[in-house]
């Protein structure tokens, strides 16, 4: 059965839109992130590092793949750093408060994602209709 789910996971990422994989990698990194809290309550220091740095990792890709030449990365990339500073503050500090504060800013990106991805949809839509 975990073969099975692995190899759904690795079908869903290969055949993923890029603003699909974009989604992919907001949720990742706030599944990561409750991970962590979870982990700094349980004082689980190894776990709690494990999963802030995978989180890192996901606000690097995210970093990397910007479209740099568009007008809203100069708006977007000081915050994705920003959010990455807050992460490597969090993980410091063992400080759960400064990891939910990261969580929110990437929470409010993953609903604003959604919502344009729904938006991009409904507009193809009527423009096919049209057609």
């Known amino acids: 059965m975990m073969q099975q789910h692995q190899a759904y996971k690795t079908n869903s990422v290969n055949t993923a839109t890029p603003q699909e994989l974009t989604l992919m990698l907001y949720n ?28 890192q990792d996901i606000i690097s890709e995210l970093i990397i793949t910007l479209d740099h030449d568009a007008p809203i990365a100069k708006d977007i990339l000081p915050l994705y750093e920003f959010i990455n ?12 408060e400064i990891l939910m504060e990261a969580y929110t800013l990437v929470e409010d ?8 991805m729904k938006q991009a949809k409904t507009m193809q839509y009527s423009q096919g209709a049209k057609a």
């Not at 990742?28 to 989180?55: V, Y």
């Not at 500073?85 to 759960?96: E, G, Q, T, V, Y």
């Not at 990106?109 to 344009?116: A, G, S």
């Open 85 to 96: 500073r807050r992460l490597i503050d969090a993980n410091i500090k063992n400080d759960p």
């Open 28 to 55: 990742g990194c706030l599944k990561f992130m409750k991970q962590a809290k979870k982990a700094m309550e349980e004082k689980d220091i190894p776990s709690k590092n494990n999963n802030i740095q995978r989180a």
């Open 109 to 116: 990106f993953r609903n604003t994602w959604k919502e344009v």
